[in-house]
């Protein structure tokens, strides 16, 4: 699904998520106070301006609070601005807030300040970041091969008590995506049968073609209005 996003920080970090983004079909507005990192992102977003974010009025000019998704992806020697952004983004009420952390202490204060996932650059790799679906169910993702990827999903509660099968997933569902296993608890139900049944806490592990993936991802809440509880 085509999402509207704010990248703000066009370090190698950012900017690698930024064409990612761009690439996959989403509408990307770049944000950096260097003029040449602005430059060299002319023709590989929709829009690259020179900007302090660490301004409100700033960000109200560019109408970032329009946006769907924030990307603060400032490097380690920004974390006060990195907390600031963010603590701006969410007053600005954007639905979903990616910021990138230093260190634990840095991560669990953006945490409790608002942003709805927090990444570490040794951790997460750029690419990696860029396929994770704007979405708090979604928890994870992996690349296998250029078209094929897993992601870890956590079920919305619609899902909830109603089969594999009923949900359109499986090898013969709407998407063709495999389950690969539930994590129930500590427990792993692994290869489960298209009648199994997923319960509240229940984590899924997928597989399939990263373009079906994305399309589960998008549609996620509209596999769960076809099967209220």
Do not use: W
């Not at 300040?113 to 994870?140: C, T, W």
């Not at 994590?183 to 049968?193: A, E, F, T, V, W």
């Amino acid at each position: 699904m085509k999402k509207q996003v704010c990248v703000i920080g066009l370090g190698r970090f950012g900017a690698t998520i930024a064409k990612e983004l761009y690439q996959a079909g989403h509408d990307i507005l770049a944000l950096d106070i260097d003029e040449s990192k602005i430059q060299d992102m002319l023709g590989q977003v929709t829009y690259a301006v020179r900007a302090d974010a660490t301004s409100e009025t700033v960000l109200r000019e560019m109408e970032v609070s329009d946006f769907d998704v924030a990307v603060v992806a400032l490097g380690s020697d920004n974390i006060q601005a990195s907390i600031l952004v963010t603590v701006l983004l969410k007053s600005l009420s954007i639905p979903f807030i990616i910021s990138r952390a230093a260190n634990e202490l840095h991560g669990e204060t953006l945490e409790r300040i608002g942003a709805d996932k927090v990444i570490y650059p040794e951790m997460d790799s750029a690419q990696r970041v860029a396929h994770i679906d704007f979405n708090s169910g979604i928890l994870d993702f992996m690349e296998l091969a250029p078209s094929v990827g897993i992601c870890k999903v956590r079920p919305p509660e619609n899902m909830l008590r109603h089969t594999i099968d009923d949900v359109s997933l499986g090898p013969q569902g709407r998407y063709g995506i495999a389950v690969l296993a539930i994590k129930r608890g500590r427990d792993y139900i692994l290869n489960p049968s298209k009648h199994e049944q997923i319960e509240p806490g229940d984590v899924l592990l997928l597989a399939g073609k990263n373009e079906q993936i994305s399309k589960l991802c998008g549609g996620i809440q509209e596999l769960s209005s076809d099967h209220t509880v």
